[in-house]
């Protein structure tokens, strides 16, 4: 995984400012649209405002939202002139980053990437682990697409009924040319991987469920795992089995199946198996100043893109938005970057603008009444999300590099969140208030296909971004950039805030403010002058809901209260829902928490007679305050004068103030039939003037718009605004516009279209077609002057080299002009030689790529295939470009096959496979030859040769990993640290166990050879370490098992390794782990030789080479490799030179616990005589009590099984601060 991390040095002093010469302060970058975007996505509008325009920012917001809210973002690029001041002292700022793994945002890929993760732990838990994810056609197999193509076509059985898998092969984008076994490939993925854990899920799916609910409703709960956590008891700990995920608890008789012996893999509990993936990539990072993180943005996009940029030594914006894309949507790459997103700042007061709601809102809410400060690097991004409240926002850069913005208009807001569960349908079973928390993102490319609109914008260092209510938003960051942003609400909000609101309450999610004190706020405080027509309409509904809900609750008979100081029972809030209570609440006598007037029932269980309804405000206060709102402003009566006095003034009034007194009317209550004897008014005049505009404007017209010819439509309109007795505009365009087609019409007379003056046709022509006159003569005059011109740029196209974009326009143009290929041979031929060279260009470009091969001998024939001999008149000058293309890769063809060639036949023979070429070098070359042009059989050699490469690697997973759940290369290197250490560990001093490390953790000593070994290595269970029995290690008892030591079951034997090196000598290249797996086979033969020389030096081994015995026979079983013969060799000796019996057993006893006690008592003398007892040396201590075990319990110990450790306790934890010591414990 590639990452950000501390890899440059940090600055000390805090007192530095940052040098804001070092980034970007204002836009360099062109501002056009881009019409190349990514997944074809749109471009929001961009606003240019005036400095007088941008004297109120919000002003100007609310002036162009018509405009905005169809795209839910915009961009502002402010007047050059302003240029705020960066206020924020960056000598003392800093800021914690948050750090963000890239493919665990995206939606599907996080999917993608839990589903993996639960097959593979699934297949842990059966004993049958998944060494590695399926392959076809050299990448891994999408399980987890292949497992929804599957259910969508009725499951397994039916696809293979049916035949459905070469299908499914095609949407997962396999080709059958490339995989011929691609349907058996699919099957066996899915009934081996698939479709057991499947079965298994949907068995245990309402248990999965219930869980889900379960840890919904637990909040604040810790988890211990000395519990069972489902029968809730902590008897029978010996029967406890602990979950490998959580460290929770099971019975093994509570768990369904009942478990009857302790599984010999890793175990996970249904919770983990099933409920993977909530994390989402999002964890607390460092602490850095500006300076800091600036060096470590700079270093991390460097060293990303050096290599696929080399050539063009910049990036662009589009080249780091298609690699954020790429990245963001693969699962088996993860990039982590870091945020500092979030950040608490009270600079800018956006929202303290008059305009703004929020002076309503007694308190600060950070993020909208206080600002938040965004720090950006290369790929930070943030998530899919609309904004509290569904208010406005507004994000200013101050500087840096470019962010880029993707936007969804509130109108597309339910296609959206339908799209969203659509696409993965899993995390919203897990968690379905997803959308609330800011941690998915969804590729817009699918957004787009389920009709989604997305639009999208970039923006740089001092220009602004608006966000409109409702709308989601997502997007990242290029590079190192510092922004500033903050929410706001003009009056037309309100309904906006409702909804969200409502929607608040129906998710349980807590509101950042209460909506219903913002409205009471804001009558309380107006003046009777004041015009606030948007709070009208939001009162009367808060009241009509009050009333229904208190109604509601009265035929309940509860008790009733009116809050006498209301101050004290501010900000209550739904015990249920969360919702503010700020009108009403229900209360109890049992609490002091309350609950709105629709949950009741969920505060408690107490009976209705112990429940209050409280009211802030009585309903007659209600609609007295209602009726102070609605009474302000202007009165009906003087608007219905206003507007008759607007409609009798000469020449009358504009558009513009009828649609003002419109507005005006529908905010001021005026009857309903004045205000549609208006707006029909209006409408007329609207339909006028857009009749009039499209003529005037030649805008495309639709047939039916244009039945009449156009001079008859002038006139018409011209009569129509006569009656309708208003100052309608452009009617004095439309009669100069009337003159001068007449004018037109009388000088193309039927002389001068039968005429040969083509001087005269033309300028008439010309003059025409400027005016969009549609007359039949001057039709007859196109027709016939547009038919030369074509057959002039047919001769000249067939002469020059093939242009299939002018040939294909030439042949509309015939369509156009009514023409078919009966009209003359022209056209036929023109028609002819379109189809002849679209192949030729389409053979040429496949040649190129590759996806046709040639011999070699028709090179010449290629570089002439224009030429017709049968019909020279259909022969084809092929571009002299695409020729050059042609020639080049055929050079380059041969420059690879020459470079193959001498590959197989030179380096590849070498006697030595470690003086061989990297299998590197044969990938690069094998890719290389996907656009060969020409057919060779080297291609073939060199296939086979890297299948015997792969056959090789996969000899060598099979022979290492065996189980494993890490990489190959992790365990490869594991494996020789793990030889050289052991190998070399004879004449080493405080070293111990079978692994051959020093002390750690804790530690238990066999009786019998006094070695001290870790209780991990040799899996011996905590109680056992704490118990007062006695202890025999394996060495000292080889018939006790040693199934506990995890790497015995998984050794490769040495043999095996050296099966693995023959194999290699046969290889064309070099493997890439050859030479760690040379290493390993010289350390692990080298010590064979060493301990066969022992075992030979004496025609019988003793007693006095017992040490050295279980000194051999301890390393052999810490190695990762296996010396099978030698091992039993050993252990043979050890049970015929010192056979363990009780009576060895309990001597071995009685002498530590004698030993132990005179230690013991020495301590104690020193600690009364104030001596200090530490040492510096490390004293091995039994501390047990000095008694003999009894002979059953002896044998009991001696009888130990490995399931029962494992039982007892699975998982070790360290041991607290205050807990005894027992038995042999390290200290």
């Given at each position: 995984?590639?990452?950000?991390?501390?890899?440059?040095?940090?600055?000390?002093?805090?007192?530095?400012?940052?040098?804001?010469?070092?980034?970007?302060?204002?836009?360099?970058?062109?501002?056009?649209?881009?019409?190349?975007?990514?997944?074809?996505?749109?471009?929001?509008?961009?606003?240019?405002?005036?400095?007088?325009?941008?004297?109120?920012?919000?002003?100007?917001?609310?002036?162009?939202?018509?405009?905005?809210?169809?795209?839910?973002?915009?961009?502002?690029?402010?007047?050059?002139?302003?240029?705020?001041?960066?206020?924020?002292?960056?000598?003392?700022?800093?800021?914690?980053?948050?750090?963000?793994?890239?493919?665990?945002?995206?939606?599907?890929?996080?999917?993608?990437?839990?589903?993996?993760?639960?097959?593979?732990?699934?297949?842990?838990?059966?004993?049958?682990?998944?060494?590695?994810?399926?392959?076809?056609?050299?990448?891994?197999?999408?399980?987890?697409?292949?497992?929804?193509?599957?259910?969508?076509?009725?499951?397994?059985?039916?696809?293979?009924?049916?035949?459905?898998?070469?299908?499914?092969?095609?949407?997962?984008?396999?080709?059958?040319?490339?995989?011929?076994?691609?349907?058996?490939?699919?099957?066996?993925?899915?009934?081996?991987?698939?479709?057991?854990?499947?079965?298994?899920?949907?068995?245990?799916?309402?248990?999965?469920?219930?869980?889900?609910?379960?840890?919904?409703?637990?909040?604040?709960?810790?988890?211990?795992?000395?519990?069972?956590?489902?029968?809730?008891?902590?008897?029978?700990?010996?029967?406890?089995?602990?979950?490998?995920?959580?460290?929770?608890?099971?019975?093994?008789?509570?768990?369904?199946?009942?478990?009857?012996?302790?599984?010999?893999?890793?175990?996970?509990?249904?919770?983990?198996?099933?409920?993977?993936?909530?994390?989402?990539?999002?964890?607390?990072?460092?602490?850095?100043?500006?300076?800091?993180?600036?060096?470590?943005?700079?270093?991390?996009?460097?060293?990303?893109?050096?290599?696929?940029?080399?050539?063009?030594?910049?990036?662009?914006?589009?080249?780091?938005?298609?690699?954020?894309?790429?990245?963001?949507?693969?699962?088996?790459?993860?990039?982590?970057?870091?945020?500092?997103?979030?950040?608490?700042?009270?600079?800018?007061?956006?929202?303290?603008?008059?305009?703004?709601?929020?002076?309503?809102?007694?308190?600060?809410?950070?993020?909208?009444?206080?600002?938040?400060?965004?720090?950006?690097?290369?790929?930070?991004?943030?998530?899919?999300?609309?904004?509290?409240?569904?208010?406005?926002?507004?994000?200013?850069?101050?500087?840096?590099?470019?962010?880029?913005?993707?936007?969804?208009?509130?109108?597309?807001?339910?296609?959206?969140?339908?799209?969203?569960?659509?696409?993965?349908?899993?995390?919203?079973?897990?968690?379905?208030?997803?959308?609330?928390?800011?941690?998915?993102?969804?590729?817009?490319?699918?957004?787009?296909?389920?009709?989604?609109?997305?639009?999208?914008?970039?923006?740089?260092?001092g220009q602004f971004v608006v966000t409109y209510p409702k709308a989601y938003h997502s997007g990242f960051n290029h590079g190192f950039n510092f922004c500033e942003a903050v929410n706001f609400a003009p009056g037309e909000w309100v309904d906006y805030g409702l909804e969200c609101v409502k929607r608040y309450k129906e998710f349980r999610r807590q509101p950042c403010f209460s909506h219903d004190e913002l409205l009471v706020t804001a009558a309380q405080n107006m003046k009777p002058t004041d015009e606030m027509d948007w709070l009208k309409q939001g009162l009367i509904e808060m009241q009509n809901r009050e009333l229904k809900e208190r109604n509601?609750?009265?035929?309940?008979?509860?008790?009733?209260?009116?809050?006498?100081?209301?101050?004290?029972?501010?900000?209550?809030?739904?015990?249920?829902?969360?919702?503010?209570?700020?009108?009403?609440?229900?209360?109890?006598?049992?609490?002091?928490?309350?609950?709105?007037?629709?949950?009741?029932?969920?505060?408690?269980?107490?009976?209705?007679?112990?429940?209050?309804?409280?009211?802030?405000?009585?309903?007659?206060?209600?609609?007295?305050?209602?009726?102070?709102?609605?009474?302000?402003?202007?009165?009906?009566?003087?608007?219905?004068?206003?507007?008759?006095?607007?409609?009798?003034?000469?020449?009358?009034?504009?558009?513009?103030?009828?649609?003002?007194?419109?507005?005006?009317?529908?905010?001021?209550?005026?009857?309903?039939?004045?205000?549609?004897?208006?707006?029909?008014?209006?409408e007329v005049v609207d339909n006028w003037v857009t009749d009039a505009e499209r003529v005037l404007n030649f805008k495309t017209e639709s047939k039916s718009s244009t039945i009449k010819r156009r001079d008859q439509r002038v006139k018409d309109l011209i009569e129509k605004a006569t009656l309708i007795g208003f100052d309608v505009p452009h009617i004095d365009q439309l009669k100069s516009y009337s003159e001068k087609l007449q004018d037109f019409t009388d000088k193309l007379t039927d002389d001068v279209l039968n005429s040969n003056d083509k001087e005269l046709q033309m300028k008439l022509y010309h003059q025409g077609k400027s005016l969009r006159?549609?007359?039949?003569?001057?039709?007859?005059?196109?027709?016939?002057?547009?038919?030369?011109?074509?057959?002039?740029?047919?001769?000249?196209?067939?002469?020059?080299?093939?242009?299939?974009?002018?040939?294909?326009?030439?042949?509309?143009?015939?369509?156009?002009?009514?023409?078919?290929?009966?009209?003359?041979?022209?056209?036929?031929?023109?028609?002819?030689?379109?189809?002849?060279?679209?192949?030729?260009?389409?053979?040429?470009?496949?040649?190129?790529?590759?996806?046709?091969?040639?011999?070699?001998?028709?090179?010449?024939?290629?570089?002439?295939?224009?030429?017709?001999?049968?019909?020279?008149?259909?022969?084809?000058?092929?571009?002299?470009?695409?020729?050059?293309?042609?020639?080049?890769?055929?050079?380059?063809?041969?420059?690879?096959?020459?470079?193959?060639?001498?590959?197989?036949?030179?380096?590849?023979?070498?006697?030595?496979?470690?003086?061989?070429?990297?299998?590197?070098?044969?990938?690069?070359?094998?890719?290389?030859?996907?656009?060969?042009?020409?057919k060779t059989e080297l291609l073939t050699r060199l296939s086979n040769a890297l299948t015997q490469m792969g056959a090789w690697n996969d000899q060598v997973r099979a022979t290492f990993m065996n189980g494993r759940q890490k990489s190959l290369e992790t365990v490869i290197r594991e494996s020789v640290n793990n030889v050289q250490r052991i190998t070399t560990s004879e004449d080493k001093k405080g070293i111990w166990c079978i692994c051959r490390k020093s002390e750690a953790g804790l530690m238990i000593e066999c009786d019998i050879c006094h070695e001290w070994y870790h209780s991990s290595c040799l899996k011996v269970p905590r109680n056992v370490?704490?118990?007062?029995?006695?202890?025999?290690?394996?060495?000292?008892?080889?018939?006790?098992?040693?199934?506990?030591?995890?790497?015995?079951?998984?050794?490769?034997?040495?043999?095996?390794?050296?099966?693995?090196?023959?194999?290699?000598?046969?290889?064309?290249?070099?493997?890439?782990?050859?030479?760690?797996?040379?290493?390993?086979?010289?350390?692990?033969?080298?010590?064979?030789?060493?301990?066969?020389?022992?075992?030979?030096?004496?025609?019988?081994?003793?007693?006095?080479?017992?040490?050295?015995?279980?000194?051999?026979?301890?390393?052999?079983?810490?190695?990762?490799?296996?010396?099978?013969?030698?091992?039993?060799?050993?252990?043979?000796?050890?049970?015929?030179?010192?056979?363990?019996?009780?009576?060895?057993?309990?001597?071995?006893?009685?002498?530590?616990?004698?030993?132990?006690?005179?230690?013991?008592?020495?301590?104690?003398?020193?600690?009364?005589?104030?001596?200090?007892?530490?040492?510096?040396?490390?004293?091995?201590?039994?501390?047990?009590?000095?008694?003999?075990?009894?002979?059953?319990?002896?044998?009991?110990?001696?009888?130990?099984?490995?399931?029962?450790?494992?039982?007892?306790?699975?998982?070790?934890?360290?041991?607290?601060?205050?807990?005894?010591?027992?038995?042999?414990?390290?200290?």
């Open positions: 995984m590639r990452r950000t991390s501390k890899r440059v040095a940090m600055t000390t002093d805090g007192g530095i400012p940052f040098d804001l010469t070092t980034v970007q302060t204002s836009s360099t970058q062109p501002e056009t649209p881009k019409t190349n975007r990514i997944f074809g996505i749109q471009e929001a509008p961009t606003f240019y405002p005036t400095r007088d325009e941008f004297k109120d920012p919000l002003g100007y917001i609310e002036k162009i939202s018509p405009q905005g809210e169809k795209y839910g973002i915009i961009k502002i690029v402010p007047p050059k002139d302003y240029k705020p001041e960066f206020s924020l002292k960056t000598e003392n700022f800093r800021f914690k980053t948050r750090i963000q793994k890239l493919n665990s945002m995206e939606g599907e890929t996080r999917t993608n990437v839990n589903y993996l993760e639960q097959l593979t732990k699934y297949h842990i838990l059966t004993g049958r682990p998944v060494g590695k994810i399926p392959q076809l056609d050299k990448r891994p197999i999408d399980l987890y697409k292949l497992k929804n193509e599957v259910a969508l076509r009725g499951g397994v059985q039916e696809v293979t009924r049916l035949k459905k898998w070469a299908e499914i092969g095609r949407i997962l984008g396999y080709a059958r040319k490339q995989c011929t076994s691609m349907s058996n490939a699919l099957k066996s993925a899915y009934q081996k991987v698939i479709l057991p854990y499947e079965i298994w899920y949907a068995k245990h799916k309402e248990d999965v469920e219930h869980i889900i609910k379960k840890e919904d409703s637990i909040t604040n709960s810790s988890t211990s795992s000395d519990t069972c956590e489902i029968c809730q008891k902590t008897e029978n700990e010996e029967k406890l089995l602990l979950c490998d995920g959580c460290n929770r608890g099971y019975h093994m008789y509570c768990l369904t199946p009942a478990l009857t012996s302790i599984p010999k893999t890793d175990w996970y509990c249904l919770q983990c198996l099933t409920a993977v993936g909530k994390d989402y990539g999002f964890e607390d990072g460092e602490e850095y100043s500006l300076g800091d993180f600036h060096k470590v943005c700079d270093k991390f996009k460097s060293e990303w893109f050096q290599k696929t940029i080399a050539e063009k030594g910049t990036v662009s914006e589009q080249d780091c938005e298609n690699e954020f894309w790429r990245l963001v949507e693969n699962p088996h790459e993860t990039c982590q970057v870091e945020y500092g997103a979030d950040l608490h700042m009270a600079s800018w007061r956006q929202n303290k603008c008059q305009k703004s709601l929020f002076t309503h809102i007694k308190t600060d809410i950070s993020g909208m009444m206080v600002p938040w400060l965004y720090v950006g690097m290369c790929f930070s991004a943030f998530c899919w999300h609309n904004e509290d409240h569904y208010t406005y926002s507004i994000n200013y850069m101050h500087w840096g590099e470019t962010k880029t913005w993707y936007g969804v208009p509130g109108s597309d807001t339910s296609k959206f969140e339908d799209t969203m569960k659509k696409a993965v349908p899993e995390l919203f079973e897990q968690q379905p208030d997803l959308l609330f928390q800011l941690v998915t993102m969804l590729s817009p490319e699918r957004l787009l296909k389920e009709n989604v609109n997305v639009y999208a914008v970039d923006q740089r260092p509601s609750v009265r035929t309940r008979r509860m008790k009733e209260s009116v809050l006498a100081d209301a101050t004290d029972r501010e900000e209550l809030q739904c015990v249920f829902c969360n919702c503010y209570s700020y009108l009403s609440f229900i209360g109890c006598e049992c609490t002091d928490k309350v609950s709105c007037l629709d949950h009741s029932a969920e505060l408690c269980t107490c009976d209705l007679a112990s429940k209050t309804l409280y009211l802030r405000f009585t309903d007659k206060q209600l609609d007295e305050m209602t009726k102070k709102v609605l009474s302000s402003g202007t009165n009906p009566d003087d608007w219905i004068e206003k507007v008759n006095k607007a409609l009798i003034t000469k020449p009358g009034p504009t558009m513009k103030a009828l649609r003002e007194l419109l507005k005006e009317g529908q905010e001021t209550n005026v009857p309903s039939e004045n205000l549609d004897t208006l707006k029909n008014y209006i006159a549609d007359s039949i003569k001057f039709n007859q005059l196109k027709n016939s002057l547009e038919s030369c011109s074509w057959q002039e740029q047919v001769e000249k196209a067939i002469s020059q080299p093939f242009n299939q974009k002018l040939f294909r326009k030439l042949i509309k143009d015939a369509e156009d002009l009514g023409m078919s290929e009966s009209d003359g041979p022209l056209l036929d031929r023109l028609i002819r030689m379109e189809e002849i060279g679209r192949e030729l260009v389409q053979r040429i470009e496949n040649i190129c790529k590759g996806k046709e091969k040639i011999d070699m001998d028709q090179e010449s024939a290629i570089l002439n295939i224009g030429q017709n001999q049968q019909d020279p008149k259909l022969s084809i000058t092929l571009d002299h470009h695409l020729l050059n293309r042609l020639k080049n890769a055929m050079s380059r063809s041969k420059n690879t096959i020459k470079e193959i060639e001498n590959l197989l036949d030179n380096q590849c023979t070498k006697p030595s496979v470690m003086d061989r070429p990297s299998l590197t070098e044969a990938q690069r070359l094998m890719s290389m030859c996907r656009e060969l042009c020409f370490v704490r118990s007062s029995s006695s202890y025999i290690c394996p060495i000292c008892h080889p018939t006790e098992t040693t199934r506990r030591v995890t790497h015995l079951s998984r050794q490769p034997k040495l043999e095996e390794i050296t099966d693995l090196l023959t194999t290699g000598e046969l290889l064309k290249f070099k493997p890439k782990d050859y030479n760690i797996i040379v290493d390993i086979h010289k350390y692990m033969q080298d010590y064979r030789n060493r301990v066969q020389a022992f075992c030979r030096s004496r025609t019988q081994l003793e007693l006095q080479d017992i040490p050295k015995i279980k000194y051999y026979l301890r390393t052999l079983l810490g190695l990762e490799v296996s010396l099978q013969d030698e091992t039993e060799f050993l252990r043979t000796k050890i049970q015929s030179l010192a056979p363990i019996t009780t009576t060895t057993t309990t001597t071995a006893t009685m002498e530590n616990n004698e030993q132990i006690e005179r230690k013991l008592t020495t301590t104690v003398k020193r600690k009364q005589e104030g001596v200090n007892t530490s040492r510096q040396k490390i004293i091995k201590l039994t501390v047990k009590p000095p008694t003999l075990p009894s002979k059953k319990s002896s044998s009991k110990k001696r009888q130990y099984s490995p399931d029962q450790e494992r039982l007892t306790n699975k998982k070790q934890r360290p041991l607290s601060d205050d807990a005894p010591y027992r038995s042999h414990h390290r200290i």
